[in-house]
């Protein structure tokens, strides 16, 4: 309940001053311009969806990666639609996947590379066979 306390003071503290620096037309178009991008980047998410997984079938993402990066864009988009400068600022950094995978990444470490073409895969495979010639003991005498 503090954090909610804390969050509507700081909107409240940055809107009054950003309102009264900028006026108010500006701060319309403001909160026009972020809705109706938070409304476009929600109508567009199956593309953002389609490239997470993508990247999971590549395993450059796990499960959990992918979860958290497809709710931060969702969760980032709603917050754009909502009236305020706070929430616009802190929906367009969720809409960054840097600040998204920083954040899905400090609990969810994983190691390994992000396999993109199938044939380093192959390669990779044929690292741990080792190659003999068997020669045989059974030689023919004329």
């Known amino acids: 309940m503090i954090y909610f306390f804390v969050y509507l003071f700081l909107e409240v503290l940055l809107s009054v001053n950003l309102s009264s620096y900028i006026g108010g037309l500006m701060t319309f178009f403001e ?14 998410f199956r593309k953002t969806l389609a490239q997470n997984m993508n990247a999971v079938s590549y395993n ?27 929430t616009d600022i802190i ?26 073409s199938h044939e380093t895969n192959n390669i990779k495979k044929d690292l741990d066979v080792i190659d ?11």
């Open 31 to 44: 909160i026009v311009i972020s809705a109706f991008i938070g409304i476009t980047i929600l109508v567009n």
């Open 91 to 116: 929906g367009l950094l969720m809409q960054f996947s840097i600040f998204t995978t920083m954040l899905v990444n400090r609990y969810h470490v994983k190691s390994g590379s992000c396999n993109t």
């Open 60 to 86: 450059c993402i796990d499960l959990k990666q992918f979860q958290g990066l497809n709710l931060f864009t969702i969760f980032g988009a709603i917050l754009l639609i909502l009236p305020g400068f706070l």
């Open 132 to 142: 003999v010639e068997i020669i045989s003991d059974n030689t023919i005498t004329k």
